[in-house]
Structure formats: C-alpha cells, structure tokens
C-alpha cells in the first residue's frame, strides 16, 4: 500500500470549516448511520467532542479521523490532565493497511505537544485493545465513573471494561490507584 501519498491534517475543533465537516459527516455516517443516527461534530453519538482532530487523507478523500479533548480528570485523590481520545475511524475499504497505526503516531505527537496533556486516555472495546497496544497504550484496570453519554446521569463502570492510557508528559508507573472519574460523558 502506498502510504507517501497520504496526508496528514492536524487542526482545532474551532477551525473546522463547512468542508471538513462534511468531510467528517460522510466518513462517520459511513460507519454508524444505520445503527446510531447522523454524527454531530459537538456531540458524535452523545460522547464528547474533541479540541484538536487529527484528519488522514489520499487527495482529497478523507481516509481516517481521530481526536482528542483536554480535560481534567480525577484518579483517586489525584487530579490528572488526559488528552480523551475518540472518534478513532478509518474508511472500511482502507482498513489493516497500516492507516490507523499512523493515525495513533499522530495523536501521541500532537498529545506531545499539547499543553498539559499527562496522559492519553479512552475506552474501547476488547476486540481493539491490540491496535491501541501496538501503538503504545497501556490497558490499566480501574472502576470509572462518568456521565451517560445517552441520558447525561451519573454512571460507574467496575473495573474490567477496556480502559487504555498513552503516557504523554508522564510515565505508566505514576498512573495512580483508584477509580477514575472522567468528570463528564466519555469520548
Ligand atoms: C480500529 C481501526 C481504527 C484500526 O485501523 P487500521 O488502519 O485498520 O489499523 P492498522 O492497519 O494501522 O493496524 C495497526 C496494528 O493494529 C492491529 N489491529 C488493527 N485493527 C485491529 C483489530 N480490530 N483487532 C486487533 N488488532 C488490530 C493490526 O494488526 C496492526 O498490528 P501489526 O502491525 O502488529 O499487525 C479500524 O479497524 C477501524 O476504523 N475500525 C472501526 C472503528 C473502530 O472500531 N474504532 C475504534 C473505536 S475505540
């Protein structure tokens, strides 16, 4: 696969024009339309939005999207600042060609780069925690509390359900104990 005529795109939330947009409305209703409705850019199937996107393309088709929020969370009794990743989605005909590990190297240098950002954080499901792995994400186990994304009421997940964490300005080991709570509806 000829991956040098790919281009990366790396812009804030806020600078989204009409074009990316509806770029990004084909690529995830692509995917989810018929099972979770049209995709909203402030709030894509009820989860948080992302500040800063991470867009992959060939020409001038949009081939993958990722993004990540800053937000402060807390762990136990500490306050930790994450980089909420979501929104990870490359176009079904271009899957397991090395697309999205190139998406996740972008996250991580764009996390770096990001002021305050500690830690990349998301939840997935378990058919994915390798794709995450291989790109340097730590699956870690802890109960999380967070706000439905479907009602907006308080949830607590126990510990078990894939959470996965990128160090970015600190190490895996300084990752605290206890129950994650994300302060807000999960990514
Ligand atoms: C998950 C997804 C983003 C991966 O993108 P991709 O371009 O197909 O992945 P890549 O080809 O870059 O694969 C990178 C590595 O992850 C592995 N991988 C990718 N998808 C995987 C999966 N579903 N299960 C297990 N491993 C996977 C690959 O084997 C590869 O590892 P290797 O180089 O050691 O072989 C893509 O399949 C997708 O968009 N899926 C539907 C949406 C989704 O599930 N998003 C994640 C939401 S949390």
Known sequence: MDHERLDVEIIDHDFLTRTHLGRL?????GEYRHTHGRWSPHRPYGYSP???????????????????????I?????RIRVGGTG?????????????GRILLHHIRQTMREAPQVEYGYLGCGESVVPFYEAAGW?????AERSLSRATGRPRYVAAGAPIMI??????????????????????
């Open 25 to 29: 409305q084909e690529l995830f209703d």
């Open 74 to 78: 807390t762990v136990g009794h500490h």
């Open 50 to 72: 992302a500040d800063v996107h991470v867009l992959i393309y060939r020409g001038e088709e949009l081939l993958g999207h990722a993004g990540f929020q800053r937000r402060g």
């Open 166 to 187: 990128l160090p970015v300005s600190r190490s895996l080991d300084q990752w605290p104990r206890g129950v994650v709570d994300l302060h807000g509806t999960p990514w």
């Open 87 to 99: 929104g990870v989605l490359i176009t079904e005909a271009e899957r397991g060609t090395g697309i």
């Open 138 to 142: 730590h699956r870690i186990a802890a």
